[in-house]
């Protein structure tokens, strides 16, 4: 067993109640190895420290402990997986000036971002990776596989909402 730490974001189906009423019910379910927010009207978001056999079942397990207190919450995000470039730079102890040279210098060997903009993102999979197979930089095991279980379970939250149809052709295309 290993101790794993991620954050699950939910929006709750009731935006008007009172979130502070599920505390007692989230508790009762297993969620007593989370630090709970309710600062946002509508939302709920939990701070999980929890031991499981892999990242995968320790965020699962979660899931299904706060459906089972808030049967019509909905998942927003599943952290850490989306991340920026002062995140990346926070995350591996480098200045974000050395991230972005480090990107600049390896523009074909390095991840592409999911959203190109005035404000980049990657999922920090994809990053960790890089860092561990290319530059040989020692990476929290334990950090990558929450990493890759997010970005799992967040890409996955988002299929939901293709169509089938539409889905098989852009998997045909992409393949």
Not at 7 to 27: C, H, M, N, Q, V
Not at 34 to 45: C, E, H, P, S, Y
Not at 134 to 163: G, I, P
Request: aromatic share 8%.
């Amino acid at each position: 067993m290993q101790e794993y730490e991620f954050t699950l974001k939910f929006s709750l189906g009731d935006a008007i109640s009172d979130p502070e009423s599920y505390i007692e019910r989230l508790a009762e379910a297993g969620c007593d190895d989370a630090l709970i927010g309710i600062g946002q009207q509508g939302r709920i978001a939990f701070n999980f420290n929890r031991e499981a056999d892999s990242a995968l079942s320790a965020v699962c397990s979660a899931i299904k402990n706060i459906k089972s207190a808030i049967p019509d919450a909905t998942l927003i995000e599943a952290t850490p997986d989306f991340v920026g470039i002062s995140d990346i730079a926070d995350i591996l102890g480098y200045s974000r000036q050395n991230i972005r040279k480090l990107m600049l210098n390896h523009r074909s060997s390095f991840p592409a971002p999911i959203h190109e903009g005035k404000s980049a993102i990657w999922h920090l999979s994809s990053v960790l990776s890089w860092f561990k197979e290319r530059k040989n930089h020692a990476v929290d095991e334990l950090l990558f596989d929450v990493t890759q279980a997010n970005r799992q379970l967040n890409s996955a939250k988002e299929n939901l909402y293709l169509d089938p149809a539409i889905n098989t052709r852009i998997h045909a295309m992409l393949s």
